[in-house]
């Protein structure tokens, strides 16, 4: 499975279908830390919002990347399930990257600045640790966006465009809508409302965060499993 996930990224990177994304994350970032500084844990919170459209469209690139006859050697070279886990793996991979990549910048163009001395926020160390956590949890929900937008889910263009254009536009539009809507997306808006208050989001937020996150992502799996066994 390690050689199927190297061959996929191999052809990802080599077949130049991450340019556009990574182009587009480039002025996103600079847009966001370009303008001023703030603390870690709000930088990082939104920073995280706009990686997630961007994530879920790289992971769709990835999983699309391979042809169909490939694909279909694989299943049977390694079994479905392995050759399926390896497409995710592979996305994850990228989106672990990006992510990586996307919390160095900040420093480059010096947008993070520590609390003042007795200030509630939190402190640049547990700023930074939230950051993280706000990265995993969209990058997570980016990867399961992106899967069921893939071509072997949706087969054709148009479908598989609409949603991954619509699920990222309803994650922040529910996300902000206050009601009980943002049930039905990942809580990448709410993380980074949790995490831009003046004050630290308390274990409990955080632990309902991740559990949302995590529950969201193993529901949408499951969705892109079962439409994948019978249309692959």
Do not use: N
């Amino acid at each position: 499975m390690i050689a199927l996930i190297r061959m996929r990224l191999t052809g990802f990177v080599r077949g130049g279908r991450a340019v556009a994304p990574l182009i587009t994350l480039m002025a996103v970032l600079s847009v966001i830390y370009g303008g001023g500084r703030s603390s870690a844990s709000s930088a990082y919170g939104y920073s995280a919002v706009c990686l997630f459209p961007i994530l879920a469209w790289l992971t769709k690139l990835l999983l699309d990347t391979e042809p169909d006859a490939q694909r279909r050697l694989a299943r049977l070279a390694v079994g479905p399930v392995r050759e399926a886990v390896a497409g995710l793996l592979a996305a994850i991979v990228v989106a672990a990257a990006v992510c990586v990549a996307a919390m160095l910048t900040p420093w480059l163009f010096r947008a993070i600045e520590a609390p003042e001395p007795g200030s509630p926020a939190p402190s640049l160390a547990a700023g930074v640790l939230l950051g993280v956590l706000a990265h995993i949890l969209s990058a997570l929900a980016a990867v399961a966006l992106g899967a069921v937008a893939a071509r072997v889910v949706t087969r054709r263009i148009l479908p598989g465009l609409t949603v991954l254009v619509s699920g990222s536009i309803l994650a922040i539009v529910f996300g902000l809508s206050g009601s009980i809507a943002p049930w039905l997306v990942p809580p990448v808006m709410a993380t980074a409302r949790a995490l831009g208050g003046r004050t630290a989001p308390t274990t409990g937020t955080l632990a309902l965060l991740t559990a949302w996150t995590v529950l969201w992502c193993a529901v949408v799996l499951t969705v892109y499993a079962r439409l994948r066994r019978g249309r692959a």
